[in-house]
């Protein structure tokens, strides 16, 4: 029974973002965003897991707002644009099971 309670517990931010997929999102995110990426690797990946795991859960919209704070630069933001394309890759990466929230 601990097991399976164990099985269904949240993933820990942190361990998101440095597993494999959390890995892959960072690769793909640099790629795909290089003007966003002048941060150590374990900011993007926290940052995509934080997506995931916190800012979905208040809505689609809530996240897509919280995009560009969280890749903010000291020379700008992601457009909403570059803030879609970024909530859509974090979806794509790291919590697939989250592309239908509203």
């Known amino acids: 029974m601990a097991s399976q309670a164990a099985s269904l517990a949240p993933i820990p ?3 998101l973002a440095e597993s494999p997929a ?5 690769a793909a995110f640099k790629q795909q965003h290089p003007a966003w990426a002048d ?4 900011y993007i ?4 897991a934080r997506l ?7 809505g689609r919209q809530v996240a897509l707002s919280r995009v ?5 630069q000291t020379d ?4 909403a644009v570059e803030a879609e394309q970024i909530l859509n890759l974090a979806i794509q990466m790291l919590c697939p ?3 239908g929230v509203a």
């Not at 700008?76 to 457009?79: A, E, N, Q, R, V």
């Open 13 to 15: 931010e942190r361990e």
């Open 22 to 26: 959390g890995l892959a999102f960072v």
């Open 39 to 42: 941060r150590e690797d374990k």
């Open 45 to 48: 990946g926290r940052y995509g």
């Open 52 to 58: 995931c795991l916190s800012d979905l859960k208040d």
């Open 68 to 72: 560009p704070s969280r890749f903010e």
């Open 76 to 79: 700008g933001k992601p457009s």
């Open 97 to 99: 099971d989250k592309a």
